[in-house]
Structures are given as C-alpha cells and as structure tokens.
C-alpha cells in the first residue's frame, strides 16, 4: 500500500501535538492551485516551526519529497509549504482565526484528523534534521541578523 502525502503531512503534524488538522480535496474546484490543502494550527510560535519542520522531514524519509517553495519561516505565524500538488498551512491559532482559509474553500471535501496513539512500540526518531531544514533555518537566521544591522 502506498502512502498518501496528505497522510504523512497530517501524521507529521500530530506527531508535534497540532490542533486542528484538517485536509481540503481541491480537486473537484478546477481553480485550484493544487490538488490538496492541509491546514492546522498551534499556539506557539516554538509549535509552528516545529510543526513545519517535521512535515519537511516525514515526507523526505518517508515519501522521498521535497518541498519545492516554503513562505514564514522568518516570524513562524503561518508556514506555506508547497509540495506541488499539496500546500501545506500551519497556523499560528489567532491567526488561522483572523484568516479562516478553510471558510474560503468551504466547497471543497474536507477530512478531520485525530491523533491516534501507536499499537506498537515507536523506534525513537532521529535527532539529526535533514540538511534542507537545517540550511533554510540558517538562512533565515542570517537574514533576520543583516537586516537588524541595516
């Protein structure tokens, strides 16, 4: 059986603790920008980043995908990650109140997930992150440094 990226996307968020995970099939609204929308929330700016980081890597380990265009990781209130055919929305809560995307798609098939604790022993996780997160977080990191030089 094949994994689903919305699948792996929503596992990775609930395995940081995100609230609210939801995903939005596109496909029938032939507008769309892509083929599906996973959005969720957390309150902390710690949760986002989190959140969005091991997204960036379940579905390098796991799908052997790459995100092609990322957007927020400078201030961590709301991360896009684009993977071609799925975006990805992590939310800051008041955020994702203030801009109710999913109000805006309400055409579109939406699916609810849950954490559902494992029925067998989890191996521990790797602590090392893949290079990608590690080089966009320095980037970041040095721009946000430049421009409070300027």
Known sequence: ?????????ADAMLDKK???VISLDLRPIGSAIADHFVICNADSTTAVA???DNV????????????VRMQGL??????????????????LTEYREFYRLEDL????????????????????ASRVKPKAVAKVRASVRKVKKTESEE
């Not at 059986?1 to 996307?9: A, E, F, K, R």
């Not at 400078?74 to 939310?91: C, K, Q, R, S, T």
């Not at 309400?106 to 609810?112: Q, S």
């Open 74 to 91: 400078e201030n961590d209130f709301w991360i896009i990650l684009d993977f071609g055919d799925v975006v990805v929305h992590i939310f």
């Open 105 to 124: 798609w309400a055409d579109a098939p939406r699916k609810e997930y849950e954490f559902v604790p494992p029925t067998e022993p989890v191996k521990p």
């Open 50 to 52: 989190a959140i969005a």
């Open 18 to 20: 995100a609230k609210g």
């Open 1 to 9: 059986m094949s994994l689903s990226p919305v699948q792996v996307i």
């Open 56 to 67: 960036i890597v379940k579905m390098q380990e796991r799908l052997d995908r790459k995100v």
